[in-house]
């Protein structure tokens, strides 16, 4: 009974970290760049689908099922994912703000309509199964196989977090802040804003690409219908939950809001009749729309503020928030 | 290009156009791609179909359909009524929402994001109350009609290419013949400038969500009318919405019907040379051509 609650939270936390690198991808795009992705879905779904053709068993009439270890699968997710971001970067970055954010629910629909449409190579509405596991050969002790896959994610989450951590101290992350703050400053200091940001939303989008891939070899199965624009609501509300431009905020968001999304969901299966329980999942959706119309009606800088965002606008701050416990301890002793 | 597949453009082309006129000019005078403007038509839809259900129980006798329309008195009475409603759950948005952060000075992407989420919950609103099952306003068959060139239309599809033209005519009368439009036309060039000589700017951003919810409802109305009525109709057409504004630039109300029109004629003619389940791409593929090759659109000025 607790071994099986044990399992249950290893999956439930290792579908959440999934999550939670989609959101730090979402990170470097709005987070640290200020760029507005609302085609997140579409980015997620290329990555899984890439990992997913690269690695499946060959199957008969469909293109694809190259049967390469996983770790390849990863790669090319990542990669396409990135490619497909750079691309749509490259042709809207230089333009007006929301074209991009335009251009990337465009990006959703056609990626939406193709998987669904190309059958000879995604499947169509059945979409892809067999995608291997990672510990497959684990498969028949549940418990080992969870905490194996649960250790894997950790692994890829806590790795991406320090990457992205140490690239927003980087040179290349103090310039990409520089031009969300003021461009023109940044300009006249010789950066190009266009081609950071469009590294910026490529990085960010193959990193998504990076989590659906994760997340089909976690599930085992992808299909269309993963890959709705409520999966680009659920992320964005993840990342504005923990508060946009904190990698460590954008974790616990995913982790949060999954949590919470779970369990109303369960709530919902408990409470409405059997009849209802499409409706009662909509409400579930009108509140947490609403709620995240408050959150940036409200507390825009969600639960972790961005490091330095406060701060560096009021000095004093820092320096009496910036002064080790010793000194002042040590007056008071 | 057959006479027919101009016909089909031009219907779907007419609806998208009168939803992308509103959008144009919440796009150009209140600064932010508004992605909650299809709910705005699928609002419009739902509300027509709830109050001629309530008018006709009312009334008792007027159901029956103007003969040769499907279209009877009670749904005329009640899209107008739906017009109104619309409008106000448009002003009501943007009193909640919008205002607050324009007033907030949040940054246009802020405020996309908000009207994103506010998309979100409004279209799920209309899924709880009225289940994502399709509604109908009428279930009285149409006959299509011969028309001179092989074309065959039905009296509803003419009525709703008349209406649409008549309502853009209308709006551009309003926009460059009196001083409401002319007020409008100067707070989309300069807001500043425009408030210096003495532009109530709050009254302009009233009447562009008036203008823009009664354009959205009387397209939504046309498409439920066409086609079906289902809360995900007027995210379905967010897409072709925005290719329309784009394409005619941002900001000018003949070039969202021109381009709606080009928008829904492509629609027609990829239907019937590469297939239906790909018409829902035409729209991106539209946007990408004029992003690549003349971003300010067929009207619009540089930014």
């Not at chain 1, 200020?34 to 997913?52: D, I, K, W």
């Not at chain 2, 009312?58 to 009475?77: E, H, N, R, T």
């Not at chain 2, 068959?141 to 011969?146: D, G, K, N, T, V």
Request: with cysteine; charged share 10%; hydrophobic share 55%.
């Amino acid at each position: 009974m607790s071994l099986e609650f044990l399992a249950y939270c290893a999956f439930f936390l290792t579908v959440a970290l999934t999550y939670a690198v989609i959101v730090l991808g979402l990170n470097v795009q709005w987070g640290q760049t200020g760029l507005f992705n609302v085609g997140v879905a579409g980015f997620v779904a290329v990555g899984a689908y890439v990992s997913a053709l690269l690695t499946s068993p060959a199957v008969e009439g469909r293109f694809g099922g190259l049967d390469l270890p996983i770790l390849v699968g990863w790669l090319g997710a990542f990669v396409a994912a990135g490619l497909l971001s750079a691309l749509i970067g490259w042709m809207t970055i230089r333009l007006r703000a929301d074209y991009l954010a335009i251009s990337t629910f465009g990006i959703a629909v056609t990626v939406q309509l193709a998987v669904l449409n190309l059958e000879d190579v995604t499947g169509g509405p059945f979409g892809i199964s067999l995608i291997p596991r990672p510990f497959g050969d684990l498969a028949g002790r549940s418990l080992a196989f969870s905490l194996a896959n649960l250790a894997l994610l950790v692994a890829v989450v806590f790795g991406l977090y320090l990457m992205l951590q140490h690239l927003a101290k980087s040179p290349w992350g103090r310039a990409l802040r520089a031009i969300r703050e003021d461009e023109m400053a940044a300009e006249a200091l010789g950066k190009s804003p266009r081609r950071f940001r469009i590294e910026a939303f490529a990085l960010g989008g193959a990193i998504m690409g990076l989590g659906g891939a994760a997340q089909a070899h976690f599930i085992g199965f992808i299909a269309p219908e993963n890959y709705l624009p409520m999966l680009t609501f659920q992320v964005w509300a993840m990342l504005i939950v923990g508060g946009s431009g904190n990698n460590r905020g954008a974790i616990l968001g995913a982790l949060l809001v999954w949590a919470l999304w779970a369990a109303s969901s369960a709530l919902v299966e408990a409470l409405a009749p059997a009849g209802e329980q499409a409706r009662a999942a909509s409400l579930q959706t009108v509140i947490i729309g609403v709620a995240l119309c408050a959150i940036l009606l409200f507390r825009p800088q969600g639960l972790l503020p961005e490091p330095g965002g406060a701060r560096r606008r009021l000095p004093f701050l820092r320096r009496w928030r910036g002064t080790p416990a010793a000194t002042t301890g040590s007056d008071r002793t | 290009m057959s006479g027919q597949i101009l016909l089909e453009g031009l219907l779907a082309g007419a609806m998208i156009g009168l939803g992308a006129v509103g959008l144009t000019l919440t796009y150009s005078i209140l600064r932010f791609a508004n992605f909650a403007h299809g709910e705005l038509l699928s609002w419009g839809a739902y509300l027509s179909l709830s109050l001629s259900l309530a008018i006709g129980a009312v009334s008792g006798a007027s159901l029956a359909p103007l003969d040769p329309f499907s279209v009877s008195a009670a749904l005329i009475l009640a899209g107008l009524l739906a017009m109104a409603l619309t409008a106000v759950l448009a002003l009501a948005v943007d009193h909640l929402l919008f205002a607050r952060l324009r007033g907030r000075g949040a940054t246009a992407i802020i405020v996309v994001m908000a009207s994103f989420g506010a998309s979100m919950a409004l279209r799920s609103l209309l899924e709880f109350l009225y289940t994502s099952k399709p509604a109908y306003y009428s279930r009285e068959l149409q006959i299509a009609m011969p028309l001179p060139g092989g074309i065959r239309a039905t009296p509803d599809q003419l009525l709703l290419i008349g209406l649409a033209f008549v309502a853009v005519i209308a709006v551009h009368l309003l926009l460059t013949r009196t001083d409401l439009g002319r007020a409008m036309r100067a707070v989309s060039e300069n807001p500043a400038l425009a408030g210096v000589v003495g532009i109530d700017t709050a009254k302009i951003v009233r009447a562009v969500w008036i203008i823009g919810g009664a354009l959205a409802c009387t397209a939504g109305t046309m498409s439920g009318l066409l086609v079906q009525i289902r809360p995900y109709m007027g995210f379905d057409l967010l897409l072709p919405l925005f290719a329309a504004v784009i394409l005619g630039g941002i900001g000018s109300v003949p070039g969202a019907m021109l381009g709606g029109l080009i928008v829904g004629l492509c629609e027609a003619l990829a239907v019937q040379t590469i297939g239906a389940e790909w018409r829902a791409a035409v729209a991106f593929a539209v946007i990408t051509v004029v992003l690549v090759l003349r971003p300010t659109g067929l009207f619009g000025r540089a930014a």
